[in-house]
């Protein structure tokens, strides 16, 4: 269903300084700049990290403004609510939900924020938030898993994944999502989720894949139909606006069909669906930065649906996005530095990344681990950090020997360490919060660093210029040695 602006609006729209197209950005009337400087205004203060619970919600759904109507839609394999919020009066019926994958929270976040923004005002953007109080009605399912959300994982508390349930209906969140789809005979739908942040937009990998978009398949063939065309317009639109702020780094996903799939069977069921896959980005492991970038996403595709904007671009403007690549990206790239072996030295590039385990019982702290995530030749890989390590000596650092007590491990001096090539300690009593940890590895009784550079591995390296110690690679993280 399409509806066109009333002519009185689009004489307005050309007559307000306020809020006239950005000259140099988009194909269609989107006034970038003034919503880009609305959005820090409307970031909802009590989400600052990825780890919030549907608990930390509850006071931010009380509290929304009577312009949105808020009921609990269903109930949860653990009796949680699910909540179901509604805004706007317009003929066009749109879904929005978000972490149906409870380790998925980006999307949810930048729900809260749009709620704020849908009810700002005196920042020259209300005639854009008028225009879709009037041409939408949008219907939001945020946190569709609050059980996988509270202990951190991916699947419902029955160890289902709601997006392959979309057929069976097997969990009471699945049946919701299908029962408001029909209810609302939905013209549109945003599949909000979270992807590995090691994802590349296009290979050769160069930059690490903010964010993934895709009007899925419906059938195996991969057809394309009126509705789903308009999807991969609008996902165009989209990109448009965000290539503005993270160029080159948009990916398109792979749409091989997944008949099982929520995505894929509404583009089957008639709703235009939008896949919004939230990615990784340097130096935002908490994805706040790419919380706001969902925000601005979603500000200018509904409004992309309220003007019919996605006319302004083509099925060639979508599959120019590049193909993004699942295993591009490393968080650091140590290139052509050359590592010292027992058996002889050998030029490599090495890549590193991180996993994290979710610790008991909040499940809102984790611990980290570095480790080597590739060697060899690894200039097709990006990196959210790239060392030239080239005519550099890369040396594994070794564990001193003997147990150290506190007193002891207190009076180290990690930068003499470092020059007789040691990183790592052993204590007889393992401090959990050691004043040393950010500079040494303290390692329980009985251990020793691992001293092999190879996929798998935890290991600690300083680089050297010659004789020179010049950088280490503690944790993961390159320093450089001064």
């Known amino acids: 269903m399409r509806h066109l602006l009333p002519l009185l609006f689009v004489f307005s729209l050309c007559s307000c300084p306020a809020i006239l197209r950005d000259a140099q950005k988009v194909s ?27 608990r930390d919600l509850r ?7 009577d312009a949105f109507t808020v009921d609990t839609a269903g109930r949860s394999v653990q009796d949680r609510p699910l909540w179901r919020v509604a805004w706007g009066a317009g003929p066009t019926e749109v879904l929005l939900w978000s ?21 700002g005002n005196g920042d020259g953007l209300d005639t854009i938030r008028q225009t879709l109080h009037e041409e939408l009605h949008l219907t939001f399912l945020p946190m569709l898993n609050p059980d996988g959300a509270e202990v951190y994982q991916r699947r419902n508390a029955l160890g289902i994944d709601l997006n392959r349930d979309a057929l069976r209906l097997s969990s009471p969140e699945a049946r919701l999502l299908k029962g408001e789809r029909d209810r609302l005979d939905a013209d ?53 606006v965000w290539q503005d ?25 008639g709703t235009r669906t939008i896949l919004i896959e939230s ?41 120019a996005i590049p193909e993004n690549q699942s295993n591009g990206m490393h968080d650091l790239k140590l290139v052509g530095g050359t590592v010292v072996r027992p058996d002889g030295e050998f030029v490599m590039d090495i890549g590193f990344r991180k996993s994290e385990r979710s610790l008991p019982p909040d499940y809102r702290t984790f611990s980290s681990r570095a480790y080597v995530s590739d060697v060899g030749d690894l200039h097709t890989f990006g990196a959210f950090e790239t060392i030239d390590a080239e005519g550099l000596r890369i040396v594994p650092g070794k564990t001193l020997a003997g147990e150290l007590d506190s007193l002891s491990l207190l009076n180290l001096s990690p930068d003499e ?49 010659g004789d020179r110690l010049v950088g280490r690679v503690f944790q993961g993280q390159y320093l450089e040695v001064e």
């Open 188 to 240: 549109w739908g945003f599949n909000l989720h979270d992807q590995s942040t090691y994802y590349s937009a296009g290979f050769p990998a160069e930059k690490g894949c903010v964010a993934s978009i895709l009007a899925p398949a419906y059938d195996w063939e991969k057809s394309i139909n009126g509705q789903r065309e308009d999807a991969m317009q609008m996902i165009a639109l989209m990109n448009d």
């Open 28 to 54: 269609f009337d989107f006034p970038l700049e003034a919503v880009k400087a609305s959005l820090a205004a409307h970031k909802t203060a009590a989400i600052t990290s990825r780890r919030f619970k549907q």
């Open 59 to 65: 006071p931010l759904i009380n509290n929304l403004p």
């Open 99 to 119: 972490q149906m994958h409870g380790n998925e929270p980006t999307a949810t976040a930048a729900l809260f924020d749009l709620f704020s923004w849908l009810e």
């Open 417 to 465: 360490l470092y020059q007789q090539g040691i990183t790592a300690v052993v204590a007889d009593k393992l401090l959990l919060d050691h004043p040393l940890k950010d500079r040494l590895r303290v390692l329980p009784a009985g251990n020793t660093a691992s001293e092999t550079v190879a996929p798998g591995q935890s290991v600690d390296l300083l680089l050297y210029r």
């Open 245 to 269: 702020e993270v160029p080159g780094q948009i990916g398109r996903y792979n749409d091989d069909f997944e008949p099982r799939a929520f995505g894929d069977n509404l583009q089957k069921w």
């Open 279 to 319: 990615g990784g980005y340097a130096g935002d492991p908490e994805k706040q930065e790419i919380r706001r970038l969902n925000l601005l996403g979603l500000i200018a595709g509904l409004y992309g649906i309220a003007t019919n904007g996605q006319e302004a671009y083509s099925l060639d403007d979508y599959w």
